[in-house]
C-alpha cells in the first residue's frame, strides 16, 4: 500500500507568509504526527491526532503554529506570519493507533523562509 | 539528563563488520523501543522495533533491549557501504505520551 504522502516537498516563502503544509496518512492509520528537524538537529515533536480525540498541542512552538486533520485523515499544518528561524524540514507520521506504535514517516516538506 | 542519549559518532566499522550501536533512556518505565535509519536529506525509515527483554533479530540487523539497565542497542552484521547512514533511536515513555528520539549515531561503513 501506499505510505505517508506530503506535499509540497519543498516550499520556499518569504518572511511574513502562511504556508500550508499537507500530509496524506496511511490508510486505516488513526494516528498523525507532525515533527520539524531543523539542519543537524534531533526530530522536534509538534502535534498528534488520534482518532476523534482532542489533539496534543503541546509541542507547538507558538501560536502562529496551527494544525488540524479533516475526517480523521487528511492533515494541514498551518505556519501564519512565518520567521527565518521556522526554516527547516516538516515531518508527518502515522501509526496504527497510539503512540507506542510503530510509526511511519512521510518524505517530509522542506520549508526555507527567507 | 537527556531523555534519550546516543553517541553522535561518527561510528566508523570496515565493510563485512559488526557496527554496534548504542541507546540510553531515562524513563523506567518506557514501554517501545524503536531504530530509524536517516540517510542525508531523507527522512527517518523505521527499520525495527522492540519492546520486550531480549533480543529481536530481522536480517543483518538484531535489536537488543535491556529495560534494567536502560539501553537499548542495535547491531548490523555484514556492514555494508549502503547502511552508511544516521540512526535514530527512539523510546515511547508512558509518563509523556510521546515518541522521544535521540538525536542520532552517523554510521560510516568503508569499503
Known amino acids: 500500500g501506499a505510505g505517508v504522502s506530503q506535499s509540497p516537498s519543498n516550499k520556499v516563502t518569504e518572511k511574513g507568509k502562511d504556508v500550508e503544509l499537507r500530509c496524506d496518512p496511511i490508510?486505516?492509520?488513526?494516528?498523525l504526527y507532525w515533527y520539524r528537524q531543523s539542519l543537524g538537529q534531533g526530530l522536534e515533536f509538534l502535534i498528534y491526532?488520534?482518532?476523534?480525540?482532542?489533539?496534543?498541542k503541546s509541542g507547538l512552538p507558538s501560536d502562529r503554529f496551527s494544525a488540524e486533520r479533516t475526517g480523521g485523515s487528511v492533515s494541514t499544518l498551518t505556519i501564519q506570519r512565518t520567521q527565518q528561524e521556522d526554516s527547516a524540514v516538516y515531518l508527518c507520521?502515522?501509526?496504527?493507533?497510539?503512540?507506542?506504535?510503530?510509526?511511519?514517516f512521510g518524505p517530509g516538506t522542506r520549508l526555507t523562509v527567507l | 539528563q537527556k531523555e534519550v542519549e546516543q553517541n553522535s559518532g561518527p561510528l566508523s566499522v570496515p565493510e563485512g563488520a559488526i557496527a554496534s550501536l548504542n541507546c540510553t533512556y531515562s524513563d523506567r518505565v518506557s514501554q517501545s523501543f524503536f531504530w530509524y535509519r536517516q540517510y542525508s536529506g531523507k527522512s527517518p525509515e523505521l527499520i525495527m522495533s522492540i519492546y520486550s527483554n531480549g533480543d529481536k533479530e530481522d536480517g543483518r540487523f538484531t535489536a537488543q533491549l535491556n529495560k534494567a539497565s536502560q539501553y537499548v542497542s542495535l547491531l548490523i552484521r555484514d556492514s555494508q557501504p549502503s547502511d552508511s547512514a544516521t540512526y535514530l533511536c527512539?523510546?515511547?515513555?508512558?509518563?509523556?505520551?510521546?515518541?522521544?528520539f535521540g538525536t542520532g549515531t552517523l554510521l560510516a561503513v568503508q569499503p
Open positions: 527512539a523510546v515511547y515513555g508512558g509518563a509523556t505520551n510521546k515518541l522521544i
Open positions: 491526532f488520534q482518532g476523534n480525540s482532542a489533539p496534543d
Open positions: 490508510s486505516g492509520h488513526t494516528a
Open positions: 507520521a502515522s501509526s496504527f493507533m497510539g503512540v507506542g506504535n510503530e510509526q511511519f
